[in-house]
């Protein structure tokens, strides 16, 4: 009996020990920070508000504050107040719409406040993403706006109340006051309360025909607020990003997620110098390669990121929130991230040819960032 048990449990191992080596990548986790749950988006065209959101509430766990969610909505509602301020401001050409980027959460933040999720109040069910609701609500909301452009703000002293009431039939709104913990508070209350200074936050770029520790803006579409990012060497980037999470400060990427890029087997986003992901290599015999050992990457050149810059910017970008580092079994590392626009916490652990190659920008906590280039963001 004794012998057989000896027996399944030296099988029971064996196999263990055949799957772990069956694994391109064996890695070890070096340094992981707290992070809140991903979370579905509530209306589409709002993964930056998600973005954000992931962002601050990891800020809020660095402080040592339990967990938090972060109302994503009430951010998408005051999108369209400030951008309905800077149509009327304007010279009219602004598109009102919930496009935006994840550094719009630190703008509104600082303008409008924060709220806990049970602080928004939510339409009627059948309203919440619905193309045609949808479609409904960005109507009265462009008629509305149209009123004034043609007959200036003086056509209706009710304008703006109008326009509030269509985003609250449609898009719900956040509570004036409410409490959270036994304690009232305003949004704006709440946002001064959390302890967080949104003075802190930055946008880091590495676009090498720009000019370097400099700021300068971001060419992208959604970037409505012409928001700038400060432009450093790759390099920098990199030890950027790993100064942040070695000092606990997560930091949120921004880029495309190609499926070009993915060993989506073992959630690995690479940059193969063969070109071809681990099991794809075939010998003379056209026999799969099976040497389960991480892959050797592409040596980035400001060529290729140069490249890659202009073709990323014309395909579907994500939002990342890279949270720790790891290490593979011949000693290489990668920042670990995850999906913060969907449900589900997946994780990709990115190489840094990957990051070198992909990253349109970042967004970080300057004071997570190494002292050089905290000198030169002054």
Not at 173 to 181: E, H, I, N
Not at 231 to 250: D, F, L, R
Not at 305 to 333: C, H, P, V
Request: aromatic residues 10%; hydrophobic residues 40%; contains cysteine.
């Amino acid at each position: 009996m004794l012998l057989n048990k000896i027996w399944i449990a030296l099988f029971l191992l064996s196999a263990f020990t055949a799957g772990a080596q069956d694994k391109y990548y064996q890695l070890s986790g070096k340094d992981a920070l707290k992070t809140s749950d991903s979370k579905a988006l509530k209306k589409s065209g709002t993964c930056w508000s998600n973005a954000g959101t992931a962002f601050l509430e990891a800020e809020w766990l660095r402080l040592g504050k339990a967990p938090l969610d972060i109302s994503v909505m009430h951010f998408v509602h005051t999108i369209y107040l400030k951008k309905a301020d800077v149509f009327i401001d304007s010279d009219k050409t602004l598109h009102v719409d919930p496009v935006g980027t994840a550094f719009d959460v630190v703008m509104l933040s600082d303008e409008f406040g924060m709220i806990p999720e049970e602080a928004y109040m939510y339409p009627e069910a059948s309203r919440m993403g619905s193309k045609i609701q949808e479609g409904e609500m960005d109507a009265k909301l462009r008629g509305t706006l149209q009123m004034v452009q043609r007959n200036g703000e003086g056509f209706s002293e009710r304008w703006e109340n109008i326009f509030n009431t269509t985003l609250l039939t449609y898009i719900g709104d956040s509570k004036l006051d409410f409490t959270y913990k036994g304690e009232k508070y305003s949004p704006q209350s709440f946002a001064a309360a959390s302890g967080l200074s949104m003075a802190d936050y930055i946008l880091l770029s590495a676009d090498p025909n720009a000019a370097k520790n400099k700021s300068v803006k971001l060419d992208l579409n959604e970037n409505w607020a012409g928001y700038n990012a400060f432009n450093v060497p790759t390099a920098e980037m990199i030890e950027a990003v790993k100064a942040s999470i070695q000092a606990g400060y997560t930091v949120l990427w921004y880029g495309a997620l190609d499926n070009e890029f993915l060993f989506e087997d073992e959630n690995m986003a690479i940059v193969p110098a063969s070109g071809t992901m681990p099991g794809e290599k075939a010998d003379n015999d056209g026999e799969v390669e099976e040497e389960f050992v991480p892959v050797p990457e592409a040596s980035i050149t400001d060529e290729m990121r140069t490249e890659a810059l202009k073709e990323n910017m014309q395909k579907e970008q994500d939002y990342l929130l890279i949270f720790g580092l790891a290490s593979d079994q011949k000693g290489n590392e990668y920042f670990k991230a995850k999906k913060v626009c969907a449900e589900g916490n997946h994780v990709f652990n990115m190489s840094k040819a990957f990051v070198d190659l992909n990253t349109i920008y970042l967004m970080a906590n300057k004071n997570g960032l190494p002292a050089d280039l905290q000198k030169l963001l002054k």
